[in-house]
Structures are given as structure tokens and as C-alpha cells.
């Protein structure tokens, strides 16, 4: 096991940069997911950790040891890719074994290491199937016993579970997750989705046009979010933003209603985009009027979608009392939980 | 499946049945014809009424073909041929068609675009300079010379078909197995090569049956007797016009196609896949 | 090893066969190994298509006596050949050829496409038979034709006296035997547009007929709108490839009419091939093989064009 850091990382295609300078320390036995719109740089990063594209300049150092001009396969690494890799032609048990296999291992280590494996992720009863007899979930389990046989320090997970069905990927999850805590090796798993980044994650690293936007813990990054990007892309629904101006203490929006500002911006007065998640607006006498536009009942929860003038504002109910289409519903925002973000470079300032 | 134009109702398929039968007869009466005529006997073979189907089925003409001196060398040198031109074809066409399918650099554009140009070149075009250069440097009559001649008529279409299928297989495949610790060769031998059989396979058929059927490379380059091919034998019969014996004929006609028919009964699916490659255009 | 292999495995997916990878290409060192990958491929068909291609051309200019060359006669073989009639009267076989070829060929095709595809599981069987022609060499089907039309013990003279036609010379008849060649070159490769015209047709989406037929189309709008419209294309590339391969082709001729009677039916590259056998004189055939390889260029131009093989 070992940790990975990343110093300054960049990666250029000619001029067209599209990793800026990526800092990242990854402790060891550590979850790490890098999430970000695609287009981010993720699976780039990825893929240079991995060994599969040069280094344009910065350092990768895996276990205290700086890779960047090592080879994959002695980087001591293992990935499991979104279409999961597998070779079509050999069976489970040979697809688990061909890296033992090109190691020269003798015969009864390989066997061994696929048995081991395949106990693991309950997949000895297949062993001798292929690729193609095997339903999605257990391919990408043949994926992730091929990276477990390496016995590697560091797990690569490159959007494994988006080739899943909805209901799959969310049992996937925990398997890895499980995994995880039972083998303890460093992670470094790449999605596009934040709740697979926030539910698998010891530490999420937020990403957006080849930067890094946001290290830190799953709830951290949703309680205190550095700026506008993390504060929309972490959280479902996405955070309602609001324009308006902070004037003497409060928040003015641009049709002069009034909203109570948290505490310490009392000072503050310039133009300001005011944040407030959806399950955070609370049904409220006197509060802000919005006019009800769709109503989604999930069961636990509900979800409304309402207008304030020409700004759409989604919030969550969790009572019984359903407001209809086309009803006016007063809702204040939990002060505790808004945030003020610059209008200028969308910086927290709250 | 069906581009029906016809509803799929069963009894309105009749009609098209029955059309579909008279197309096949159209088409295979007179290989039937002649297939019938193999099995005559000379004089049955020139009766008039001609007979239909022999009256007293023979053998003869096929013990013939067979006992006929120059037959096996003129087998083999047709099999060495059509054989060692496919191979020489995948030998020079697979690494082609790997390196235009996963590398990029400068210059690939024109390669490729030089190797299409190559295979519009039509080979009757060369005839005469390639005749004269053999000739001028001593190489007419030589099998190994054929053999690349004919090799190179299907080469380009190998590396263009080749390139293809390469960029068909997932590269994370690639990438996997380079992780998993596999050099270029690795993957080579224990993923691509396996993972595109199919495709090989169908340009190995087509390979084989084009230059296996071929007459004019082997006619014109290698005119010596030692060096001709069963399509060679079998014009030059049709030229020795006095002692033409249509039944014997007929037979030769039906060996000299035989490899060919078996190919294509065995591989038929591969033959017509690699045919229409690339004809849709979706 | 490794740095290399990084780069070329993975910045090309996307970049496809033909993609200008100038960007990817610039940061990179210059490496020689994909070269080599084609060296092979490129030394044989320099040697034997390639240099023979520029020699060809340079034999025209040449001054010729069997198979000496006596020296540079600028475009006096170009005068000799475009100036002869024998020439234009190749030339015209040539075109008569293709083009009956090609009618009947693509006609029949068609034709066999359309039924056998709605002839059900018998259509898809009896498919693969009436390909199998296309599989025989061109001097098995001559030989086999040859025999067929035998003046006078061939099966199909015998029926079109027993009809009442007067056979006479079939293929010995100047009228009748470049015809009678076009007829036995469809019948061997009709079954070629059959295959590719099968193929699209497989393609086209079930849904569009069911759609013409919800808005009240019936069986001739099928085929119009939807049938023809879809395999056109694909009709057009497979009738460049047959010209292509009918302007080539000798061996036919060779076995069933050796040219005649009376140059009926030489065609520009039977004129080649008899050149360069006789070789009385070769630079005139220099320029007759130059005029097969700029047509042939030419149509394979337009082909390369029309299925996007290059432009995407």
C-alpha cells in the first residue's frame, strides 16, 4: 500500500493545456474520488497516474517514489476501466490471470491468486464463463478481480459503474465500498456523479476545465463549499442561486425582496449571488411568495418547482401537505445553512 | 431482418419463391450443365440432341485430369501461389494495419491514401513495364516472383481491412493489458490477433479465391510449362483447339474450382462479409 | 519502450485512419517505429506496383522494337496510338462492354435482390447459391460458356433451333459475340450487386416501411421512398467497382473470343495484354496500359469520393 501525490500536475496536447497544475496528496489506504463535469481533466489525471499518458510537466509520486517517467506495470498500480477491459476471447479465469500469466508466475501462484480473487467477489462459480455469458454487474466484477489478483498499491477506478443500470450501480457501490474497507488499498476512483463521488469518498477532489476546484471530505464540501462550481455540482438538487445586491445587512433581489443574510456579511455591500439548497427553504408565513410551477413526489420527499419572478427555485418538502400548480407558497431559507458567493469570481464569502 | 416490400403475410411470398427459383436456375443451370458434362463420355458430350444428364455416368474424365502428368505441379504451384501470396499479404498487411489503426504521426494520411492509390493501379496496366523489367533482370518464370506480384494486388485492401478491425477492438483493451504488464508484441499475439480472426479469416478467403482464380499474372510472368497454374493448364486447353474434348474439359473445370467451391461452402458467411464491407454507409 | 507506446496507444482513438494528428504530434519526439510497421507493406507494392506505374510511363516516350528500346521519341507513340482507328474502335468495345455489362449486371441484381428478399427463409438460402458463380475464375466461366454456345454441340444453340432461331456462328459472329460476352459477364457478376444491394437493403430500419405503409403508402412508395433512396449509394459504389473490374478484365475474352472476330470485341486491356505477349512493339502498348490506368484512376478517384472512404 502506499500513498499518491500529485505536485503540480500538467498535461498539455501541443499548446492546448488541459491540466493546470493539479496539487493533490492521497494518504495511504485512502478513498479518493476526482469528480467533475466531463471535459474536467478527470480521467486525464487518471490515466497519468496510471501510466497511460505522459506527464507535460509537475510530478506523480506513488509511494514516496516519483513514476513519472515509469512504466504501468511497474508502477504497482491496477485499473479497472468504464467498459470494464475485459478480453472477450479468454474466460474469467484467464482474463484474471493474464497479468500473472505475462509475469511468467508459475501455475499453481496464478491459480492461487485467481482463487483468492474470485472468493472475494463471489465469482468462482463463473471462472470458467466469458466475458459475454456474464451479466454487466459481474463483468465489472471480473474487472475489479483482474485488478485484486496484482495485489496492487493503489486501486484506478475510471467511471466503472456508468455501463450500469441504475438499481446495479447502486448495489456496485457498496460492493466497493465494502471492498475497500475490507483490502484498505489507496483508491483513486473518477466519476462524473456526485453521489457516487459523496457516498463512496474518504476525500472527493472537485474538478472543472482542468483545475482543481475543492479537496476535501464528502459533508465538507457540501456544508462549506469553497466556491459557486462545488457549491452547485455537490448536492441533489443542485443549490439554488440567487442575484441580487448585499445592502446594510440584507440581500436585496433584483425585484427588491428582501432576504436575511447570514451572519458576518453585515458590513458587505456590492452585488452578490445568494445560495440556498433546495432542502433548506422552509414553508414560512412572511417569508419569500413563489409561484408553484411543477410538483414531483418522490414518496419521502418532494420536490417543487417554483418561480419568483423570472428565477426558477427548486426546494424539498418532506410534509404531506402538497402545494398544487399555479398556488403561491411562502418559503424562508435556514440562514445557518445559506451561503454568499462574489459575484465577481463566484468566491464563498459567507 | 427483411426490407419486406410485401407485407409478411405467408402466401404473399409465393410469387417471390417462385421467382427466386428461376433465378437460381438462370444461374446455376449452366454450371449444372457443365457439371453433368464432366461425367459424359466424350461421345455422349458431342451427341446431338445433346442429353441432359449422362446416360451412362462416368468417371473417366476426372481419372484422366488426375493421371495426367502435369497435373499435381500444376495443383501445386496453384495452391504455393495463392497461399504464399496470402500469407506475404498478412505477414506485410497486419503490422500496417495495427500501426495505422493505434499510432498517430506525421505523415499516416499520406501512407494510407498511397496504398488506396496502389490498389486503383489496375494490374493489366503494368503488364508491359513489369514484363520488361523481369525480363530485363532475369526474373521471368520465377514462382516466388509471381507470388509477390500477386500478394501486392492484395495488399492494399489487407491493410485498409486490417486497419478496420484493429480500430473495432475497445483500445482499453490495449491499455489493460499494457497495465496488466503486456509489451506491443503481447498484445499483439494475445489479444488482437485472436479478437480479429474473424476479420482475417475473410480477407484470407477473399485473398485465396482471387488469386487462386487468377490467369493473367501467371500466363504473362511464368509462360514456362513448369511454372503454370490449373488456370493456366485450363485455357491453354481451351487454345489447343484440335484435340479439345469438352467432357475432359469439363472436368479439369470442375477440379480447378474445387479448393474455391470448398472454400466458399465452408466460409461462405466470412466470403460474403468481407464482400460487403464497408458497402453500407449507415 | 514505454514512453512511446504511452503516446501511441492512447492519443489516437478518435483520430481515426485518416486523422490529422498535428496537435498530439507536435509536443511528441519524432519517432521512426510506425515507419517501420509499414516498411514491409510499402517495399512491395513500391516494388511492383509502384516504380512499374512511373516505368510505364516513361516506356511510352520510348522508341520500341519487340522488347529493345531504341531511344526517345517524345510523343510519337501517343500520335501512333490516338491517330490509329484500330485504337477508337478499342475504345468503343471497351465502353459498349462496360456499359452492357453493367446494365445487365445491375438490372439483374436488383432484381434478384428485391425477390429473394421477400422470398423468406428460401430467399436467404438460395442467396447463398446463386453467389457462387462470382467465386469461379474468369477462365472457368469462360470455359464453361464456351461450351454452352459450341456452335455445334453446345446445349443453347441446339434450344434456339429447336425454337426456330438460326444459332450461326455464335461466338465466331462479329455481331454477335461482343453481345453474347456482355450477357456471360452479367450473368457471372449480377450476383455481386444482389449481395450489396441485399446489405443495404438489410440496413434500412423495419420502422420507415412501417411508417409509409401507416400513412397509407403502398408497396411502389416502399420502394421508392424508402427501398431505392437507401441503396443508391450503395448501388452507385458497386456500379463504380464492376466498371472498374470490367474495364480490367481479360481473361474472358482471352478464353471465349481471343479478341475477335475481327477485333469485335478488343477492349482496351485485352489490347494490353495481346500487346505485351506479342510484343512486336511495346511502346504503343505503353500508352494503351496508360489509358487504362488514368480511367481506372480516374473512376477509382470517384469511388473513394462516394463511399467518404477518405473524406469520412
Known amino acids: 500500500m ?273 445560495g440556498v439548497r433546495p432542502e433548506h427553504l422552509v414553508r414560512s408565513d412572511g417569508g419569500l411568495a413563489l409561484t408553484v410551477a411543477v410538483v414531483e413526489p418522490t414518496g419521502a420527499e418532494t420536490q417543487v418547482i417554483a418561480r419568483h419572478g423570472s428565477q426558477s427555485i427548486v426546494c424539498i418538502f418532506r410534509d404531506s401537505d402538497l402545494p398544487q400548480p399555479g398556488d403561491i407558497i411562502r418559503v424562508r431559507p435556514d440562514v445557518s445553512r445559506v451561503h454568499v458567493f462574489s459575484e465577481q469570481d463566484g468566491r464563498r464569502l459567507s | 431482418m427483411s426490407a419486406a416490400i410485401s407485407s409478411g403475410r405467408p402466401n404473399g411470398r409465393i410469387p417471390a419463391i417462385l421467382l427466386s427459383f428461376i433465378f437460381a436456375v438462370i444461374v446455376l443451370g449452366p454450371v449444372a450443365w457443365a457439371l453433368a458434362t464432366s461425367f459424359k463420355t466424350e461421345v455422349e458430350a458431342v451427341a446431338v440432341p445433346p442429353t441432359l444428364w449422362p446416360s451412362t455416368a462416368t468417371l473417366e474424365n476426372y481419372l484422366k485430369v488426375f493421371r495426367d502428368q502435369s497435373f499435381l505441379r500444376d495443383f501445386w504451384n496453384s495452391v504455393a501461389y495463392s497461399v504464399g501470396a496470402v500469407a506475404l499479404a498478412l505477414l506485410v498487411g497486419i503490422p500496417a494495419g495495427y500501426a495505422a489503426a493505434r499510432f498517430s504521426f506525421k505523415g499516416k494520411r499520406t501512407l494510407m491514401l498511397t496504398i488506396l492509390a496502389t490498389s486503383m493501379v489496375p494490374g493489366v496496366a503494368l503488364l508491359v513495364p513489369t514484363f520488361y523489367l523481369l525480363d530485363s533482370i532475369g526474373l521471368l518464370n520465377s514462382g516466388i516472383v509471381v507470388t509477390i506480384i500477386l500478394s501486392a494486388r492484395i495488399i492494399p485492401q489487407t491493410v485498409w481491412f486490417i486497419a478496420n478491425f484493429v480500430e473495432a477492438v475497445p483500445v482499453e483493451i490495449e491499455d489493460s493489458a499494457f497495465m496488466d504488464g503486456a509489451n506491443r508484441f503481447q498484445i499483439i499475439w494475445h489479444l488482437i490477433l485472436p479478437l480479429i480472426r474473424p476479420g482475417i479469416a475473410a480477407v484470407a478467403t477473399i485473398g485465396i479465391v482471387t488469386t487462386w482464380n487468377d490467369y493473367i499474372t501467371v500466363a504473362v510472368f511464368a509462360p514456362e510449362v513448369a511454372k503454370r497454374t490449373l488456370q493456366v493448364a485450363l485455357v491453354n486447353q481451351v487454345f489447343d483447339a484440335v484435340g479439345i474434348s469438352w467432357s475432359y474439359m469439363m472436368a479439369f473445370v470442375v477440379i480447378a474450382s474445387m479448393p474455391v467451391i470448398l472454400m466458399f461452402g465452408l466460409v461462405q458467411k466470412w466470403f460474403i462479409s468481407g464482400l460487403t464491407a464497408g458497402a453500407v454507409k449507415g | 519502450m514505454s514512453a512511446s507506446h504511452t503516446q501511441a496507444a492512447t492519443a489516437t482513438p478518435g483520430a481515426g485512419l485518416l486523422g490529422d494528428t498535428s496537435d498530439t504530434q507536435s509536443r511528441a519526439r519524432f519517432s521512426w517505429i510506425p515507419y517501420l510497421w509499414f516498411a514491409p507493406a510499402i517495399v512491395v507494392l513500391f516494388l511492383v506496383t509502384l516504380y512499374p506505374t512511373f516505368f510505364v510511363g516513361w516506356l511510352s516516350f520510348q522508341k520500341t522494337r519487340y522488347y529493345e528500346l531504341t531511344g526517345f521519341v517524345g510523343l510519337a507513340n501517343f500520335y501512333e496510338v490516338f491517330g490509329s482507328s484500330a485504337f477508337w474502335n478499342t475504345v468503343f468495345v471497351s465502353l459498349a462492354y462496360v456499359v452492357g455489362s453493367l446494365a445487365g449486371a445491375v438490372v439483374l441484381g436488383m432484381a434478384a435482390a428485391l425477390v429473394l428478399n421477400n422470398a423468406g427463409a428460401t430467399g436467404s438460402v438460395l442467396r447463398v447459391f446463386i453467389l457462387f458463380p462470382w467465386t469461379l475464375s474468369m477462365s472457368v466461366v469462360g470455359s464453361i460458356w464456351l461450351w454452352l454456345l459450341n456452335p455445334s454441340f453446345g446445349p443453347i444453340p441446339y434450344l434456339m433451333q429447336a425454337v426456330g432461331i438460326e444459332p450461326g456462328l455464335m461466338l465466331g459472329d462479329p455481331g454477335l459475340a461482343l453481345p453474347l460476352i456482355i450477357i456471360v459477364t452479367a450473368w457471372w457478376s449480377f450476383p455481386y450487386v444482389m449481395v450489396m444491394a441485399t446489405a443495404a437493403m438489410q440496413s434500412i430500419p423495419k420502422e420507415l416501411y412501417e411508417a409509409v405503409e401507416i400513412d397509407g403508402g403502398g408497396a411502389l412508395v416502399k420502394f421508392r421512398y424508402v427501398t431505392l433512396t437507401h441503396i443508391l449509394p450503395t448501388l452507385g459504389s458497386t456500379a463504380l467497382t464492376l466498371s472498374i473490374m470490367y474495364l480490367t478484365l481479360m481473361t474472358l475474352i482471352i478464353v471465349m473470343t481471343g479478341g475477335g472476330p475481327l477485333g469485335s470485341t478488343t477492349t482496351l486491356s485485352f489490347e494490353a495484354f495481346r500487346g505485351t505477349v506479342q510484343a512486336v512493339n511495346i511502346g504503343p502498348t505503353a500508352v494503351v496500359s496508360i489509358v487504362v490506368l488514368l480511367i481506372n484512376v480516374a473512376l477509382g478517384v470517384v469511388y473513394t469520393r462516394l463511399t467518404g472512404r477518405v473524406t469520412g
Open chain 1, 2 to 274: 502506499a500513498n499518491v501525490e500529485l505536485n503540480a500536475v500538467r498535461k498539455a496536447y501541443g499548446t492546448a493545456a488541459v491540466i493546470h497544475g493539479v496539487t493533490v496528496d492521497i494518504r495511504d489506504g485512502e478513498f479518493v474520488t476526482l469528480v467533475g463535469p466531463s471535459g474536467c481533466g478527470k480521467s486525464t489525471l487518471l490515466r497519468m497516474i496510471a501510466g497511460l499518458e505522459d506527464i507535460s510537466g509537475g510530478e506523480i509520486r506513488i509511494g514516496g517514489r516519483t513514476v513519472n517517467s515509469v512504466p504501468p506495470k511497474e508502477r504497482d498500480i491496477a485499473m479497472v476501466f468504464q467498459n470494464y477491459a475485459l478480453y472477450p476471447h479468454m474466460t474469467v479465469a484467464e482474463n484474471m490471470g493474464f497479468s500473472l500469466k505475462l509475469k511468467k508466475a508459475p501455475k499453481d501462484v496464478r491459480e492461487a491468486g485467481v482463487k483468492r480473487a474470485a472468493e472475494i467477489l463471489s465469482l468462482t462459480k463463473l471462472l470458467d464463463r466469458y466475458p459475454r455469458e456474464l451479466s454487466g454487474g459481474q463483468r465489472q466484477r471480473v474487472a475489479m478481480g483482474r485488478a485484486i489478483v496484482r495485489d496492487p498499491q493503489v486501486f484506478l477506478f475510471d467511471e466503472p459503474l456508468s455501463n450500469l443500470d441504475a438499481k446495479l450501480r447502486v448495489q456496485m457501490r457498496t460492493e466497493i465500498k465494502e471492498l475497500h474497507q475490507r483490502l484498505k488499498t489507496t483508491t483513486v476512483y473518477v466519476t462524473h456523479d456526485q453521489v457516487e463521488a459523496m457516498t463512496m469518498a474518504d476525500k472527493i477532489v472537485v474538478m472543472h476545465d482542468g483545475i482543481v476546484e475543492q479537496v476535501g471530505a464528502p459533508l465538507e464540501l457540501y456544508n462549506n463549499p469553497a466556491n459557486m462550481f462545488v457549491a452547485g455540482f455537490i448536492g441533489s438538487p443542485a443549490m439554488n442561486f440567487l442575484k441580487g445586491r448585499c445592502e446594510r445587512g440584507r440581500f436585496l433581489l433584483e425585484d427588491g425582496s428582501v432576504l436575511t443574510l447570514p451572519a458576518g456579511l453585515e458590513h458587505l455591500s456590492s452585488g452578490a449571488v445568494y
